[in-house]
C-alpha cells in the first residue's frame, strides 16, 4: 500500500511539474503564416527563415537535449481565421508558446486570448503599439511599432535636419493614424505643426489634386505612412508634378521589391530600418550577415533570402536565446522571466532588444537608410527614443 501511494504521490508530482508542449525531446511550438492566398509570397518566406534557424539548432543537438518542432497554421491574413487557427495550436496541439506570427489584425485577434491562457507569443509580424502598450506579460514584440517609428522620424528631422515646414501623407487606417499621430507629436515637442497634412484611401489611384496642393507648401520634407504600392505612386505623382521635397516612408518598405518597382523613382528615397545593413564600414554586420546566409541556406540550399525570410529567422532566434536562458527546467513562467532579462541584447540579425517586468516593446531604437544608386545604403547609426 506505501509503495502504491508512493507511486501515485510521485505521479501527481510529474504531472504538475510537466510543462504543455515540452517533453524530455522536443519543445512544440506554434506559428500562423500566410502560406496560401494573396499574401503567401510574405508567411512563406517568413516560415523559411523560422524553420532555417529551428534547423539550424536541431541540427546540433537542440537546446538542453530537446529539438524544436514548429506546427505552422495557414490563415492566410485573416483574422476570422487566425483565431481559429491559434485556438488548435493551443488547445488540440498543446503548443507551449506561439513565436513570429504575421499580420497586425491576426496578431491583434488572439493578443488577449494568449495573454488569458498564458501562452507566451514571442515576435509579432506587425507594427501596432497595442501589442505592447500597455505590457501584457505574455507578450513580447520584437518589431518597432509605428509609435515608435513615428517619433524617430520627427526627432530626425528636427535634430539632424533642422527641418521646419513637413508634410505627412498617411493611409487612413491603423498603420497611418498611429504613425501620423507620433510624428505629429514628436514634432510638437520641437514647437512645430506639419505644413502638410492629408489622409488618404491606399486603394485610390489618381494623387493628382492633392500633389498640386503640395506644390502650393513646396516642404522640405515629405512623410509617407503607405505601404510599397501606395507609396510608389505618391512619389511617381509628386516627382513627375517636379516637386523636389525630400521623401522618408516606413520600414515595411525597405525591401528590394520596392527599388524593382520604383525603378529610378526611388533614387534618394529614405527609409527607416532596424535590421543593420551589411555594408564595408561594418564589418561585424557583414560577418554576421554571412553568417545569417550560411545557416538559411543549410536547409534552402542556393536560395537568397528575403527581408521576410529575415524577419522569420529574427522571431527563431530571439526565442532560442530566451529557451537558452530559461534553462532546462522550461516552463512557460520560466521563459517569460527569461525573456525579461534581455538589455540591449544581440544577435546574429536582431540588435538592441531590451524587455523587463514593465516593458514589452523589444526595440526602442531604429536606424536611416537612403536608396544610393540603385541600392540601400544606410544614412545614420541608430537613433533612439526614450518616449521623449
Known amino acids: 500500500m506505501r509503495k502504491f501511494f508512493a507511486i501515485f504521490v510521485l505521479m501527481i508530482a510529474v504531472l504538475i511539474v510537466a510543462e504543455i508542449g515540452v517533453y524530455p525531446e522536443k519543445v512544440v511550438i506554434g506559428s500562423f503564416q ?4 494573396p499574401y503567401a509570397i510574405i508567411g512563406q518566406e517568413m516560415t523559411k527563415g523560422m524553420k532555417a534557424y529551428f534547423n539550424w539548432i536541431n541540427n546540433r543537438g537542440g537546446l538542453y537535449g530537446r529539438k524544436i518542432e514548429l506546427i505552422v497554421a495557414d490563415d492566410q491574413l485573416n483574422p476570422s481565421k487566425t483565431v481559429v487557427e491559434v485556438k488548435r495550436l493551443v ?20 493578443m488577449d486570448y494568449l495573454n488569458e491562457k498564458g501562452v507566451p507569443f514571442v515576435y509579432q509580424g506587425a507594427g501596432t503599439s497595442k501589442l505592447v502598450v500597455p505590457p501584457k506579460k505574455y507578450i513580447f514584440g520584437v518589431q ?16 539632424a535636419q533642422d527641418a521646419k515646414k513637413i508634410a505627412i501623407l ?3 487606417n ?8 507620433a510624428v505629429k507629436d514628436q514634432l510638437s515637442k520641437y514647437g512645430i505643426e506639419p505644413a502638410f497634412e492629408v489622409s488618404y484611401n491606399p486603394l485610390e489611384t489618381d494623387y493628382s489634386a492633392q500633389v498640386l496642393n503640395l506644390l502650393d507648401v513646396n516642404p522640405e520634407f515629405i512623410v509617407i505612412y503607405g505601404l510599397i504600392t501606395d507609396t510608389i505612386r505618391w512619389i511617381k505623382t509628386i516627382r513627375d508634378y517636379g516637386l523636389e521635397s525630400r521623401i522618408i516612408t516606413i520600414y515595411p518598405n525597405a525591401d528590394p521589391n520596392f527599388i524593382r518597382l520604383a525603378g529610378d523613382y526611388a533614387e534618394g528615397i529614405i527609409f527607416t530600418g532596424w535590421v543593420p545593413l551589411p555594408t564595408p564600414d561594418k564589418p561585424e554586420y557583414v560577418k554576421d550577415f554571412e553568417r545569417y546566409v550560411r545557416i538559411f541556406q543549410e536547409t534552402y540550399p542556393d536560395q537568397v533570402p528575403s527581408s521576410y525570410a529575415a524577419a522569420g529567422f529574427i522571431a527563431a532566434e530571439v526565442f532560442v536565446e530566451g529557451l537558452l536562458r530559461a534553462g532546462e527546467n522550461l516552463t512557460r513562467e520560466t ?9 540591449h541584447w544581440s544577435g546574429i540579425l536582431a540588435k538592441d532588444i531590451t524587455w523587463n517586468q ?27 527614443w526614450d518616449g521623449k
Open 34 to 37: 500566410a502560406l496560401s492566398g
Open 91 to 110: 488547445e488540440q496541439d498543446k503548443v507551449f508558446a506561439i513565436v513570429g506570427g504575421l499580420g497586425t489584425y491576426g496578431c491583434l485577434a488572439v
Open 144 to 159: 518597432p511599432d509605428y509609435t515608435l517609428e513615428g517619433h524617430i522620424i520627427g526627432k530626425y528631422l528636427i535634430e
Open 170 to 172: 498617411y493611409m487612413n
Open 174 to 181: 491603423d498603420i497611418g493614424i498611429e504613425g501620423y499621430n
Open 335 to 343: 521563459l517569460v522571466k527569461a525573456l525579461e532579462s534581455f538589455d
Open 358 to 384: 514593465n516593458r514589452r516593446r523589444g526595440k526602442d531604437s531604429m536606424y536611416l537608410l537612403i536608396v544610393k544608386d540603385g541600392t540601400f545604403t544606410p544614412l545614420t547609426e541608430l537613433i533612439t
